[in-house]
């Protein structure tokens, strides 16, 4: 499967953002998707999952700021951030686990500035 990111960009502390990740096949066939992250210097971290059954974890430094989501007939999944702090900047990566393999997006940047 290939994984395309979109919506980031450059937005104020306190701002939101709406990141989407769009895979080339059809997203009811796989397993685990989630957001990850990595800012300069640092290693990438997980962000948040969602399992093919709607099932969601997320780090505790966003829970209740961020949203995943998955919508399976535009085979599209979706991060909602809110109250987006400078720290957060980084690149944010789509991944995607099933019976294929693991996959990465390529990325898509996100600045808070402050």
């Known amino acids: 499967v290939q994984l395309v990111e979109s919506g980031g960009g450059l937005v104020q502390a306190g701002g939101s953002l709406r990141l989407s990740c769009a895979a080339s096949e059809t997203t009811f066939i796989i397993n685990d998707m989630g957001w990850y992250r990595q800012a300069p210097g640092k290693q990438r971290e997980l962000v948040a999952v969602?399992?093919?059954?709607?099932?969601?974890n997320y780090a505790d430094s966003v829970k209740g700021r961020f949203t995943i989501s998955r919508d399976n007939a535009k085979n599209t999944m979706y991060l909602q951030m809110n109250s987006l702090k400078p720290e957060e900047t980084a690149v944010y990566y789509c991944?995607?686990?099933?019976?294929?393999?693991?996959?990465w997006g390529q990325g898509t940047q996100v600045t808070v500035s402050s």
């Open positions: 969602i399992t093919s059954g709607g099932s969601t």
């Open positions: 991944n995607a686990r099933y019976f294929r393999g693991d996959f």
